[in-house]
């Protein structure tokens, strides 16, 4: 199946000019306001190799049509060359804060234009292949989220920012997996893994991070709460999506929790302290979540990474 270049520019016979261009390698797809051409790149994100993207247009000009791409991480794979009729001096300066990679100027220069377009959807290509073997790096492969080592990079770029006020990282684990496997099958036992990472992501907001770091065990980042009480309703709602899973086969988990800056500045402090929590949670009840305090010290300590079968 050919790629798709998307042409936007509410003057038709500009859309049909730049059609001609490339239609012999591309499908073209036209639109001729700002709104249409948002609405085409949702529909066809897949096969878009490139937009041509005028800069003044009714409804919703170009450079809001980059401002709603970069809300919806669109620029990031997807390349955008803007098309002006004025000097591309200041345009071009807000086109590239915006994420658009080149900027053309009417009238058209057929060769210019075709080399220029070209070049990006090369430059295109290989982004999209860097971002794919980026994610391939730093994802789990079963959920989606953060694997172990992106997880702690991310909280540790978190902590190291100085916009930072406030942090709890929560040690998660799914109580009696190995029993959960053992019972219903490991195809069950991936299902109940992939509703836990997708429950955890709907408890994050933007500034957070959600990781899978080991066989059932998670983490979450809570980045700049607003309040302990806040941050006691995120963790208490973790728990209830647990126990909401399936009313058939009532599927539980705990939870450690280090808090920043109070438990410690680093990853691997924080990480220690809610271990250390959720090993003292495990030893006197299951099903709920620990705070580190002192009294995390007073049973001798085996971590809950990777640790004891069936807990």
């Not at 036209?30 to 937009?51: F, K, T």
């Not at 450079?63 to 919806?72: I, N, S, T």
């Not at 794919?132 to 540790?156: H, P, Q, Y």
């Not at 992939?194 to 980042?221: H, T, W, Y």
């Amino acid at each position: 199946m050919r790629r798709s270049i998307l042409i936007v520019d509410d003057i038709k016979q500009n859309r049909e000019t730049l059609g001609m261009m490339f239609q012999d390698t591309f499908e073209i797809l036209e639109a001729e306001n700002g709104y249409e051409a948002m609405c085409c790149m949702r529909e066809n994100r897949d096969v878009l190799a490139a937009v041509l993207l005028d800069v003044m247009m009714p409804v919703m000009d170009g450079f809001e049509v980059l401002k709603h791409m970069q809300d919806e991480a669109l620029t990031e794979a997807l390349p955008v060359v803007l098309i002006t009729a004025e000097e591309p001096g200041t345009a071009a300066r807000r086109g590239y804060a915006l994420g658009a990679l080149d900027i053309l100027t009417k009238p058209f220069d057929p060769v210019v234009i075709k080399r220029r377009v070209k070049n990006i959807i090369e430059l295109g290509s290989r982004k999209e292949e860097y971002i794919k073997l980026k994610n391939e790096a730093e994802n789990d492969a079963l959920t989606g989220i953060f694997n172990r080592k992106a997880m702690e990079d991310r909280v540790g770029e978190l902590l190291n920012n100085p916009e930072t006020r406030c942090g709890a990282l929560c040690f998660i684990d799914v109580d009696n997996f190995k029993t959960i496997n053992d019972s219903f099958g490991h195809l069950y036992g991936d299902e109940v893994l992939k509703q836990m990472a997708e429950n955890l992501k709907s408890c994050a907001l933007p500034g957070d991070a959600v990781g899978r770091i080991g066989g059932d065990e998670f983490m979450i980042f809570f980045r700049n709460y607003p309040s302990e009480e806040r941050l006691e309703q995120k963790i208490t709602g973790i728990c209830e999506n647990f126990r909401r899973y399936t009313a058939e086969r009532p599927i539980t988990g705990s939870i450690g929790v280090a808090r920043y800056p109070e438990d410690g500045d680093c990853y691997g402090v924080l990480f220690c302290k809610a271990d250390q929590a959720l090993y003292h949670l495990k030893r006197s009840g299951k099903d709920g979540y620990q705070f580190y305090n002192e009294d995390c010290t007073s049973l001798p300590f085996q971590s809950m990474l990777t640790r004891v079968k069936g807990e």
